[in-house]
C-alpha cells in the first residue's frame, strides 16, 4: 500500500535554528497538507499546498514557517527559526484531486526544541 | 473549531461490535463525513467516509442518517489493536481537515 514517508523521525534542535522537515507523498497526489500534534494536544492543520503554491494556511503558519516542493518528489516545511513552543509532532499528508480517497498521512518527526 | 461532538471516550470488549457516535447537525449538503483514527503518537489513519449513504469496507462501516446530521462508526469485531482515538471530521473534498478531541476507545479483552 502506497505511504507518505517523512524523515527525520525524530529530530532535536537549539533554539533559534532552522529546521526543515522532509516528507515524499504518495506519487500520484497532487494535495499536499503539514499538520502538527503539540504532546497531548488535537491534531491542528499548518498549510496545504497544490499546484506549487499555498492552497492555505492557518494562523500558526507565520512568517517563520515555510513550505516547498523544490522537485517532483519531496514536499518540505521549513521553520526559520524555532522556538520552544514549535515542539511537537509534524505529520505530512497527501490527498488525491478530490480526495476522495481520504488524506494519507505519514508517520510525523517528532522535534524537539531545547 | 470542529463541527461534530463525540464522546470523550468508550469501552469496547474484545470481539465485539464497537458503535462510535458522532453528531454533526450543521453539516452542509457538499460536506463528507470522514473517519481517522490515531493510534499512540502516530499519524492519522484513514478508515471510512460517505457523503449520505451507508459504506463499508474492510475496516469499517460507516451509517449515516437519513438527515445527515449524525453518523456512526462500526467496528464489527474490535481487536486490542483497535485501541486509539476516533476523529469523525465533516468537510469538503481536498480541503483540510478540522480536528476535534475526538473519541477515545479503549477495546478490553
Known amino acids: 500500500e502506497p505511504e507518505v514517508t517523512q524523515t527525520p523521525s525524530h529530530q532535536v534542535t537549539q533554539m533559534g535554528q532552522e529546521v526543515i522537515l522532509r516528507c515524499v507523498p504518495i506519487?500520484?497526489?497532487?494535495?499536499f497538507y503539514w499538520y502538527r500534534q503539540i504532546l497531548g494536544q488535537k491534531v491542528e492543520f499548518l498549510v496545504s499546498?497544490?499546484?506549487?503554491?499555498?492552497?492555505?494556511k492557518s494562523e500558526i503558519f507565520d512568517d517563520q514557517f515555510s513550505v516547498e516542493r523544490p522537485d517532483g518528489s519531496n514536499f518540505t516545511l521549513k521553520i526559520r527559526s524555532t522556538k520552544l513552543e514549535d515542539s511537537a509532532m509534524y505529520f505530512c499528508?497527501?490527498?488525491?484531486?478530490?480526495?476522495?480517497?481520504?488524506?494519507?498521512f505519514g508517520s510525523g518527526t517528532r522535534l524537539t526544541v531545547v | 473549531d470542529a463541527k461534530t461532538t463525540q464522546p470523550p471516550s468508550m469501552d469496547c470488549a474484545e470481539g465485539r461490535a464497537a458503535n462510535l457516535p458522532c453528531n454533526h447537525s450543521?453539516?452542509?449538503?457538499?460536506?463528507?463525513v470522514y473517519w481517522y483514527r490515531q493510534i499512540h503518537s502516530q499519524g492519522p489513519q484513514y478508515i471510512i467516509h460517505g457523503l449520505k449513504n451507508n459504506e463499508t469496507n474492510e475496516m469499517a462501516s460507516l451509517i449515516i442518517t437519513e438527515d445527515r446530521k449524525s453518523s456512526t462508526l462500526i467496528l464489527p469485531h474490535a481487536t486490542l489493536r483497535d485501541t486509539a482515538v476516533y476523529y469523525c471530521i465533516v468537510n469538503n473534498a481536498g480541503n483540510m481537515l478540522t480536528f476535534g478531541g475526538g473519541t477515545r476507545l479503549m477495546v478490553k479483552p
Open positions: 506519487s500520484n497526489h497532487l494535495y
Open positions: 450543521t453539516i452542509s449538503g457538499n460536506e463528507y
Open positions: 499528508a497527501s490527498s488525491t484531486p478530490t480526495g476522495t480517497l481520504g488524506y494519507t
Open positions: 499546498f497544490y499546484n506549487n503554491e499555498i492552497s492555505e
